[in-house]
């Protein structure tokens, strides 16, 4: 599998981002996309994710100013980010983890994608 992540760069406070994230060569029956972060000094953390046979997180640090989407064709997913905040400054990566099940549980593939900045600044 092999992701390939767009988005990211520079913003104002209170301004708005979208990152997509696209995958390729999924062989698996079931996975989960999702966009960590990790910001200087801190661990990476979860931010969103998306599970091929539905269901979809947003993390409460960020819900209700993030959503997340996707498109099963592709697949792919995007991470919209609004009402940025100088903490939502971090590296952003995309990760997916693939499983022969019909759901991600405990037999996994894991990949992830090259992180992009975002910086969030007034």
């Known amino acids: 599998v092999q992701l390939q992540a767009s988005g990211g760069g520079f913003v104002r406070v209170g301004g708005s981002m979208r990152l997509s994230c696209e995958a390729s060569?999924?062989?698996?029956?079931?996975?989960?996309m999702a966009w960590y972060r990790q910001a200087p000094g801190k661990e990476r953390e979860l931010v969103a994710n998306v599970r091929s046979w539905g269901p979809t997180t947003v993390v409460d640090s960020v819900k209700g100013r993030f959503d997340i989407s996707r498109d099963n064709d592709k697949p792919s997913i995007h991470l919209q980010m609004n009402d940025l905040k100088p903490e939502d400054t971090a590296v952003y990566y995309c990760?997916?983890?693939?499983?022969?099940?019909?759901?991600?549980?405990?037999?996994?593939?894991?990949?992830w994608g090259q992180g992009t900045q975002v910086t969030v600044s007034s």
């Open positions: 060569g999924i062989t698996g029956a079931s996975y989960i």
């Open positions: 990760n997916i983890r693939e499983s022969p099940d019909s759901v991600v549980r405990y037999r996994y593939h894991e990949v």
